[in-house]
């Protein structure tokens, strides 16, 4: 079935493009009450879990003065649930209504970050317990966003409304990630680190509330016909994924960029910290910042796709990430202008990421079959999460080995690399978005 679908979409897109569905009027999903509400509540625990993401590892290094390596270990703990569990939550989402898994995991994260203040002000709090949570946070999030990529078509039921509901989503996730990383560095500054992380479990409470009040009804996926085992549905989501030209060129890049990214991140955060000598607050503000790229790329994504290209847009937004990384060792100078190409750096990663990821998320959705969204999702967020897994450790390994310094050079160089295979990637063939999966297998019929 994979190769068909495949083959049959690449068709309708390259001999048959009148059968792609004309884009729908602009703002349409604003009276969609049930996304609104949906959308506000995820963009409430998106500002949570930056702070969290800044929080968490400045309680390592304030609180536990780790190194390198034990902070990419805290990374790997919070990523490695990807690896281990992505694939078996897919097939369970896929047989289950998604809300009710959603509600269930963000309890679990409002309960697990909870604990770092609570264990911290108690005298309990041990490095130990802060990668048990960083693994069970980890794991609720697996949870987590191998439903709600699933879930966001039964809120749009068509298909041609899903650029736009994610171009939403990926505006409020970019507003996230300017706001959260400067609150974040302003409440450590003037509470604690772990202090700190208590605004994302309030924040968690709130999403909670939203996915309550949500009045479409989910429908229970069918029950298939035969029973079937695990490692059957696992294997069938898994040629989906690999077998589909275009999602296994997205994922093979996307588990890259994670993976230098990753490493960037995780390193940078000590380099600035302890050879730059920059507080806490000057890290968020960078972060912050920087973030200003993803909110400026979700807001004109819609419209650059439409003047270009899908395959250009794809091109030029996945090439900038990856050239993004080498501005970091190379910064130096005075403060204003060692935290200015520090932003630029940021600046145009944050930008790109925005730009691609409304265009991929999209064309994920578009072609694979409702039936295998949740499989294809872990699949994906497999690939994905598993390169930022790595990237944490092995950056950790290299710092140790030669220093910060030397290894943010080796990442940014390593990165820019990765141009050769963007640059031959099918995905950047495509002229625009192909039909859904549907209309695929019906061109392929006909």
Not at 155 to 174: F, G, H, P, Q, W
Not at 255 to 275: D, G, I, K, P, W
Request: proline residues 6%; aromatic residues 8%.
């Amino acid at each position: 079935m994979t190769d068909k679908v495949d083959d049959a979409a690449q068709e309708a897109v390259e001999e048959v493009p009148e059968l792609a569905a004309a884009p729908p009027p602009a703002g349409a999903l604003w009276r969609n009450r049930d996304f609104v509400t949906f959308w506000t509540g995820e963009t409430l625990s998106l500002y949570g879990t930056q702070i969290t993401t800044l929080a968490l590892p400045l309680t390592a290094v304030l609180v536990f003065n780790v190194g390198p390596e034990q902070l990419g270990l805290l990374r790997f703990a919070q990523l490695v649930p990807f690896l281990a569990l992505a694939l078996l939550f897919g097939v369970w989402v896929d047989r289950v209504r998604k809300r009710p898994v959603m509600l269930g995991a963000n309890l679990v994260r409002m309960a697990l970050i909870s604990l770092v203040p609570i264990l911290h002000y108690t005298g309990t709090l041990r490095l130990s317990l802060l990668y048990l949570i960083a693994v069970g946070i980890g794991v609720a999030t697996v949870l987590f966003d191998v439903s709600w990529m699933s879930y966001v078509p039964v809120l749009v039921k068509d298909r041609r409304y899903l650029m736009e509901a994610n171009t939403k989503l990926n505006a409020t996730s970019a507003s996230s990630d300017i706001a959260g990383p400067g609150l974040a560095g302003v409440l450590v500054s003037a509470l604690s680190a772990p202090a700190a992380m208590a605004a994302n479990a309030f924040s968690y409470a709130l999403s909670v509330v939203s996915l309550l009040i949500i009045r479409t009804p989910e429908p229970k996926p069918a029950a298939p016909e035969t029973k079937r085992r695990l490692r059957t549905e696992v294997a069938e989501g898994l040629r989906w994924v690999f077998g589909n030209t275009w999602l296994r060129a997205m994922g093979l890049v996307g588990c890259s960029c994670n993976f230098f990214l990753t490493m960037v991140q995780t390193l940078f955060l000590l380099y600035a910290v302890r050879e730059k000598h920059l507080p806490p607050a000057a890290v968020g503000f960078i972060m912050g910042a920087a973030a200003v790229g993803g909110l400026l790329g979700a807001m004109f994504s819609a419209v650059v796709v439409r003047r270009f290209s899908v395959g250009t847009v794809y091109r030029a937004s996945v090439s900038v990430i990856f050239l993004g990384p080498l501005l970091v060792p190379a910064a130096g100078g005075p403060r204003w202008l060692l935290i200015s190409l520090f932003v630029v750096s940021f600046f145009v990663e944050y930008f790109g990421s925005s730009v691609s990821n409304v265009l991929i998320v999209s064309l994920r959705q578009t072609i694979t079959p409702h039936k295998l969204m949740g499989r294809m999702t872990a699949g994906m967020r497999m690939l994905l999460y598993g390169g930022g897994a790595l990237g944490g450790p092995v950056g950790g390994l290299l710092a140790g080995l030669m220093g910060l310094h030397a290894a943010l050079w080796v990442a940014g160089v390593a990165a820019a690399v990765m141009l050769v295979p963007i640059i031959l990637s099918p995905v950047g063939k495509l002229r625009e978005m192909p039909p859904s999966a549907e209309e695929g297998a019906a061109v392929g019929g006909a």
